[in-house]
């Protein structure tokens, strides 16, 4: 069972509810300090005023109006804790808020203030928050527990630059980011996580009166109740892996989500593993597919009676010819003889916007290191737009030159597909979903 942390950002630290339990009805809702006797002012009296009828939202919510909790460290007197101290009973409520760091397969960290709508208002120092908390979020990480953000939406930016600045190092402990406008969208998100199970349950009774038809009936009933129950659980536990990874897809960090799909498929989590079989089926749901780009490849010809290096001089324009497409996939071979240069582009011809990139490398030639060996590049593709790589071809050419012509269409931009497409990312990513495609273009040497 999936046991959660809750950590509520402050601006003097991160601060971790250790414990919640319920109270006697006719005393008021208290916080106190690590477990002491210490309750912690004005903090309580807000607190009291969040949790019972009419001012507060928990009571109506989860059915209790008094209850004490204790937590690592001080909160000022502001509302910003309005979000976690609501994760926190949530969980108690399904018995899955963890009371020692230590037990916690998840850490939630939370900033956000909650009106009596449910509706969540954004909140200040959300960047100052993240960072003076960077350091326990990465422990967390570093211990195998899975940290998850969840803050106001209008926040989002804040959070982007924070996990952007490498000095934090959040990037890569931050499992997932959910910026969040009501409590729906929170406990929406921990769904897959959760499983409704009534506090304090230990599981089911089977009522077998002797040997009768009634008590088996009875045991038939119980036993296909509990068989559904199974494959309820496996699949909401594959749906919460599929989510997550779905998720990362959507954040563009695929260089992570692969290091965990391969993580996942080797573990002992056997609902895990099928998830992850699974998953490369539905990746692909939303994304751009082959029917949404064209890949072409044009040639750059000197016009009658002239020469490249007129067309290099800009004394006279190049003529335009397009590149045909063979059957195997690769661009019909090209002939060196009065060749300029050759033009490679990606076009979005679908009906939505897409990131595309588009690079050409040299596959094996003398010119792999010279700046006649390609390029690429990147941009948000509307409807109709293109974008273009250039390629020199020298009047010095001496042997045949195989091009790689490498497209990329995702729907939201990713650092890690920039790496991938530039070379500075060591190994091929072959994401699940992501569109990739390759064409190879020969340039041959004929008589010049």
């Given at each position: 069972?999936?046991?959660?942390?809750?950590?509520?950002?402050?601006?003097?630290?991160?601060?971790?509810?250790?414990?919640?339990?319920?109270e006697d009805p006719d005393v008021h809702s208290v916080i106190c300090?690590?477990?002491?006797?210490?309750?912690?002012?004005?903090?309580?009296?807000?607190?009291?005023?969040?949790?019972?009828?009419?001012?507060?939202?928990?009571?109506?919510?989860?059915?209790?109006?008094?209850?004490?909790?204790?937590?690592?460290?001080?909160?000022?007197?502001?509302?910003?804790?309005?979000?976690?101290?609501?994760?926190?009973?949530?969980?108690?409520?399904?018995?899955?808020?963890?009371?020692?760091?230590?037990?916690?397969?998840?850490?939630?960290?939370?900033?956000?203030?909650?009106?009596?709508?449910?509706?969540?208002?954004?909140?200040?120092?959300v960047a100052e928050k993240l960072e003076r908390s960077a350091e326990?979020?990465?422990?967390?990480?570093?211990?195998?527990?899975?940290?998850?953000?969840?803050?106001?939406?209008?926040?989002?930016?804040?959070?982007?630059?924070?996990?952007?600045?490498?000095?934090?190092?959040?990037?890569?402990?931050?499992?997932?980011?959910?910026?969040?406008?009501?409590?729906?969208?929170?406990?929406?998100?921990?769904?897959?996580?959760?499983?409704?199970?009534?506090?304090?349950?230990?599981?089911?009774?089977?009522?077998?009166?002797?040997?009768?038809?009634?008590?088996?009936?009875?045991?038939?009933?119980?036993?296909?109740?509990?068989?559904?129950?199974?494959?309820?659980?496996?699949?909401?536990?594959?749906?919460?892996?599929?989510?997550?990874?779905?998720?990362?897809?959507?954040?563009?960090?695929?260089?992570?989500?692969?290091?965990?799909?391969?993580?996942?498929?080797?573990?002992?989590?056997?609902?895990?593993?099928?998830?992850?079989?699974?998953?490369?089926?539905?990746?692909?749901?939303?994304?751009?597919?082959?029917?949404?780009?064209?890949?072409?490849?044009?040639?750059?010809?000197?016009?009658?009676?002239?020469?490249?290096?007129?067309?290099?001089?800009?004394?006279?324009?190049?003529?335009?010819?397009?590149?045909?497409?063979?059957?195997?996939?690769?661009?019909?071979?090209?002939?060196?003889?009065?060749?300029?240069?050759?033009?490679?582009?990606?076009?979005?011809?679908?009906?939505?916007?897409?990131?595309?990139?588009?690079?050409?490398?040299?596959?094996?030639?003398?010119?792999?290191?010279?700046?006649?060996?390609?390029?690429?590049?990147?941009?948000?593709?509307?409807?109709?737009?293109?974008?273009?790589?250039?390629?020199?071809?020298?009047?010095?050419?001496?042997?045949?030159?195989?091009?790689?012509?490498?497209?990329?269409?995702?729907?939201?931009?990713?650092?890690?597909?920039?790496?991938?497409?530039?070379?500075?990312?060591?190994?091929?990513?072959?994401?699940?979903?992501?569109?990739?495609?390759?064409?190879?273009?020969?340039?041959?040497?004929?008589?010049?």
């Open positions: 069972m999936n046991l959660f942390s809750v950590i509520i950002a402050t601006t003097d630290g991160p601060v971790q509810v250790q414990r919640l339990a319920k300090l690590n477990g002491t006797s210490e309750a912690l002012r004005p903090i309580s009296g807000a607190y009291d005023d969040f949790v019972r009828k009419p001012t507060g939202v928990i009571e109506r919510e989860f059915g209790h109006p008094v209850y004490r909790m204790d937590i690592s460290g001080r909160v000022s007197d502001g509302r910003s804790w309005q979000l976690g101290v609501f994760a926190a009973h949530f969980l108690h409520n399904r018995a899955q808020l963890a009371e020692r760091s230590e037990d916690a397969t998840h850490v939630l960290w939370l900033t956000g203030e909650v009106n009596n709508s449910l509706d969540v208002g954004t909140v200040e120092h326990m979020l990465l422990k967390f990480a570093a211990s195998g527990q899975k940290v998850i953000l969840a803050f106001p939406r209008g926040n989002k930016g804040e959070v982007a630059r924070v996990l952007g600045e490498k000095k934090t190092g959040l990037a890569m402990a931050v499992i997932e980011q959910w910026p969040v406008v009501n409590t729906k969208d929170l406990t929406g998100a921990l769904a897959p996580y959760t499983k409704d199970v009534l506090p304090g349950s230990t599981g089911l009774e089977i009522p077998v009166a002797g040997n009768t038809r009634a008590g088996w009936f009875r045991l038939a009933w119980v036993a296909c109740a509990l068989i559904v129950a199974v494959v309820g659980f496996a699949g909401w536990n594959m749906l919460g892996e599929i989510t997550r990874w779905r998720a990362m897809a959507a954040d563009g960090v695929y260089d992570k989500l692969l290091q965990d799909l391969k993580t996942t498929k080797t573990g002992t989590c056997m609902t895990c593993r099928a998830a992850a079989a699974i998953y490369p089926v539905v990746a692909g749901f939303g994304k751009p597919g082959k029917r949404d780009i064209e890949l072409t490849a044009s040639e750059l010809r000197a016009p009658y009676k002239r020469t490249c290096t007129s067309v290099r001089f800009a004394t006279a324009s190049p003529e335009e010819r397009p590149v045909l497409t063979q059957h195997d996939g690769r661009f019909a071979a090209s002939s060196a003889k009065g060749l300029c240069g050759l033009v490679y582009r990606l076009r979005n011809s679908g009906s939505q916007p897409f990131y595309g990139w588009l690079s050409v490398r040299v596959r094996s030639s003398k010119l792999t290191r010279t700046s006649y060996s390609g390029g690429t590049e990147h941009a948000l593709l509307a409807p109709g737009k293109a974008i273009s790589v250039s390629v020199k071809i020298p009047n010095w050419l001496r042997s045949d030159v195989t091009y790689t012509v490498h497209a990329i269409a995702d729907g939201v931009a990713s650092e890690d597909v920039t790496r991938l497409m530039t070379g500075s990312l060591s190994r091929r990513l072959n994401a699940p979903g992501l569109g990739e495609w390759a064409l190879m273009h020969e340039v041959r040497l004929t008589e010049k």
